[in-house]
């Protein structure tokens, strides 16, 4: 059974760099079938797909248009685990960040870490 | 972006009765190549992630109690529950999976009458 344990720190200030880290039980990060992804969600603008990163020959990551280049979603294969980074933070980016994964051929997102509250603020 | 919209916004039901939420994408997220829409449907309640209940817009997944139905393909879909149980409180949202920049319905709110 393929579970998501989230991690990071749940108060940012602006203009400093948000950093979570989702680390993955079940299955692999390397996996050629598994897709991993980051996904916020708040009041005002609902759930919002960020990015995600996947391995099949080489990896490949894809990223919100809207976060242009203020985000990066990192493998790490020694820990089975990805990451989100996000630069350049404004209240705005107050959200509950979600890792969530497509690792059972669905399509859609079969597999969803606990969700981290993160407030940015000063 | 494919825009996703929901109607209602909230529905009140009374305990076994039916539910009907509705969904629209802006474009059609139907593949003719391998004849699948890619439109899925999720359950969140307070203080959970969401859950996914159906993909390719009618497939249950594996758990997911019978009276979930989901229909629908091109840009109209609809996720029923046929008979409205105490736990199925939540908000329920779709999402496409059809386009990279993956966007999601606002939500539809389902209450016991």
């Known amino acids: 059974q393929v579970q998501l344990q989230q991690s990071g720190p749940g108060l940012v200030k602006p203009s400093q760099t948000l950093s979570l880290t989702c680390a993955i039980s079940?299955?692999?990060?390397?996996?050629?079938?598994?897709?991993w992804n980051w996904i916020r969600q708040s009041p005002s603008r609902g759930l919002e797909w960020l990015g995600r990163?996947?391995?099949?020959?080489?990896?490949?990551?894809d990223y919100a248009v809207f976060l242009k280049s203020r985000i990066t979603i990192s493998p790490d294969t020694s820990k089975n685990q990805f990451s989100l980074q996000l630069n350049s933070v404004t209240p705005e980016d107050t959200a509950v960040y979600y890792c969530?994964?497509?690792?059972?051929?669905?399509?859609?997102?079969?597999?969803w870490g606990q969700g981290t509250m993160v407030t940015v603020s000063s | 972006d494919i825009v996703m919209t929901q109607s209602p916004d909230s529905l009140a039901v009374s305990l076994g009765e039916r539910a009907t939420i509705n969904c629209k994408s802006s474009?059609?997220?139907?593949?003719?190549?391998?004849?699948?829409?890619?439109l899925g449907w999720y359950q969140q309640k307070p203080g959970q992630p969401p859950k996914l209940l159906i993909s390719?817009?009618?497939t249950r997944e594996s758990g997911v109690p019978d009276r979930f139905i989901g229909s629908g393909s091109g840009t109209d879909f609809t996720l029923t529950i046929s008979s409205l149980q105490a736990e199925d409180v939540a908000v329920y949202y779709c999402?496409?999976?059809?386009?990279?920049?993956?966007?999601f319905g606002p939500g539809t709110k389902v209450e016991i009458k």
């Open positions: 474009q059609s997220v139907f593949y003719s190549s391998n004849n699948k829409n890619y």
């Open positions: 999402h496409q999976y059809y386009s990279t920049a993956f966007t």
């Open positions: 969530a994964g497509r690792v059972a051929g669905s399509g859609a997102f079969d597999i």
């Open positions: 990163t996947y391995h099949r020959s080489s990896w490949t990551n």
């Open positions: 390719w817009a009618s």
């Open positions: 079940g299955d692999s990060v390397s996996s050629n079938s598994a897709v």
